[in-house]
């Protein structure tokens, strides 16, 4: 079992900078790829970036957001700058077990309770 605990959300005006932080429970942090998601009110949840040994990037994230890992720390963060206010949901930090797949939120096994991300205009 994986236990998931987010945090670092809040209110920030547009062109602003937030980073989230995802605290993962358990000795086996580093063979897990690491995922971050959000969801807007009405929205799917939508993938935002992944990480293994590479990062991966959702396109209206790209260049704007950076994710990062401290497997000594069990933590992954996504650093998010340049906000705009169609960033604004809840984001989710999740962990899979798989090697593939990572922009796929149905291969995820393990997901934390979600931080709200407010941009305003």
């Known amino acids: 079992q994986v236990q998931l605990v987010e945090s670092g959300g809040g209110l920030v005006q547009a062109g602003g900078s937030l980073r989230l932080s995802c605290a993962a429970s358990g000795r086996t942090f580093s063979n897990y790829g690491m995922g971050w998601f959000r969801q807007a009110p009405g929205k799917e949840r939508e993938f935002v970036a992944a990480i293994r040994r590479s990062a991966y990037y959702a396109d209206s994230v790209k260049g704007r957001f950076t994710i990062s890992r401290d497997n000594a720390k069990n933590t992954v963060y996504l650093q998010m700058n340049s906000l705009k206010p169609e960033d604004t949901a809840v984001y989710y930090c999740?962990?899979?077990?798989?090697?593939?797949?990572?922009?796929?939120?149905?291969?995820?096994?393990?997901w934390g309770q979600g931080t709200q991300v407010t941009v305003s205009s």
């Open positions: 999740a962990a899979t077990r798989l090697n593939y797949g990572l922009g796929d939120r149905t291969q995820y096994d393990y």
